[in-house]
């Protein structure tokens, strides 16, 4: 069983920047992939950025390249989202998703890749 919880949500204004966390357990951390899922209300879950077990790799939707970094630090089991120039259109609730491999592997923007969510935490960006 793994456990992930997230935290770092807010309110912020557009510009601003944010990070959130997502701490995890129940498995050797090294070894899971990772990844971030949003949801806005009235909208289906959609993909914003994944992460291998070991780091090196890392994936992103096209709206937030070069906004948004993704990153780990597996000696404190833990992954980060750093989000920089936030607009209105990033509001939603930011999920974090782990998976049995290491490897992000092809299907990484989908949710179905991933066995274990986060109950969420809200991003509001004020216009």
């Known amino acids: 069983q793994v456990q992930v919880v997230e935290s770092g949500g807010g309110l912020v204004q557009a510009g601003g920047s944010l990070r959130l966390s997502c701490a995890a357990s129940?498995?050797?951390?090294?070894?899971?992939?990772m990844g971030w899922f949003r949801q806005a209300p009235g909208k289906e879950r959609e993909f914003v950025a994944a992460?291998?077990?070991?780091?090196?790799?890392?994936y992103y939707t096209d709206s937030v390249k070069g906004r948004f970094t993704i990153s780990r630090d597996n000696a404190k089991n833990t992954m980060y989202l750093q989000m920089n120039s936030l607009k209105p259109e990033d509001t939603a609730v930011y999920y974090c998703?782990?998976?049995?491999?290491?490897?992000?592997?092809?299907?990484?923007?989908?949710?179905?890749?991933?066995?274990?969510w986060g109950q969420g935490t809200q991003v509001t960006v004020s216009s």
């Open positions: 998703a782990a998976r049995f491999s290491p490897s992000v592997g092809s299907d990484y923007s989908s949710p179905t890749a991933y066995n274990y």
């Open positions: 129940g498995r050797t951390f090294s070894r899971t992939a």
């Open positions: 992460i291998s077990g070991s780091g090196y790799y890392t």
